[in-house]
């Protein structure tokens, strides 16, 4: 198994500004990946991190808005740009292997 | 794109009553996995079924892979108010994980 940790927990930003979110890993991943959740529902996955090339977007999602940075396999950031409040959410990391992903805690963000 | 379709949506029981939860696809997935999740924190992976047909149990909860690979379902047998909470199923395709909608569970004393 794997343990997963983020920062910050949950931030109140002002529109416009960014965030960046950090995800780190105990052990050796060898994926891992970025999701958004509102409360109670499901999540969807924003993006594959990529160790040290590009991340990969999922429709709807892109590099721009939502820069993605992992330079090793314990490591990833998430950074939320320009933001709205529509960009309001919890947003998650996850690290795993191809059978299994393990999920941090989140970050939960308010944008107002 | 692959869709993992989860029921029900909500559900509302008593304790010691049991339950059933379903995720159904079209698509085959090469594993899936059940998480639960409370609120404030991230899903807690439960289990993880790889072998169509594969049945697993953890404690009162036990569940079943479609032998096709497509389906899943969660069994609690007598339920708690511990139990409360959110149940993801999540299907497994070249690493990446598909989400079904979720199904959230309540358990009244």
């Known amino acids: 198994s794997a343990v997963i940790s983020q920062k910050p927990s949950r931030d109140i930003c002002q529109r416009g500004t960014s965030l960046t979110i950090q995800c780190q890993v105990d052990s050796q991943v060898t994926m891992m990946f970025w999701y958004r959740q509102q409360p109670g529902q499901s999540l969807t996955l924003i993006a594959t991190a990529n160790q040290g090339s590009e991340a990969t977007y999922e429709s709807g999602f892109v590099i721009d808005k939502f820069p993605i940075s992992r330079p090793n396999l314990t490591f990833s950031t998430l950074t939320v740009s320009n933001m709205s409040p529509e960009d309001s959410s919890i947003y998650l990391c996850?690290?795993?292997?191809?059978?299994?992903?393990?999920f941090g805690p989140g970050t939960r963000l308010l944008v107002l | 794109t692959q869709l993992l379709e989860q029921s029900p949506q909500f559900l509302s029981i008593q304790e010691g009553e049991n339950l059933t939860v379903y995720c159904n696809s079209s698509?085959?997935?090469?594993?899936l996995q059940w998480y639960r999740q409370e609120p404030g924190e991230g899903p807690v992976l439960l289990v993880t079924v790889v072998t169509g047909g594969e049945v697993k149990k953890l404690k009162r909860l036990t569940f079943q892979f479609g032998d096709a690979r497509k389906d899943s379902s969660l069994h609690i047998t007598a339920a708690q108010p511990g139990d409360t909470g959110l149940y993801l199923c999540?299907?497994?395709?070249?690493?990446?994980?598909?989400f079904g909608q979720g199904t959230i569970l309540t358990v009244h004393p």
């Open positions: 698509s085959v997935f090469s594993s």
């Open positions: 999540g299907g497994t395709s070249y690493g990446k994980l598909t």
């Open positions: 996850s690290g795993g292997n191809q059978e299994t992903q393990y």
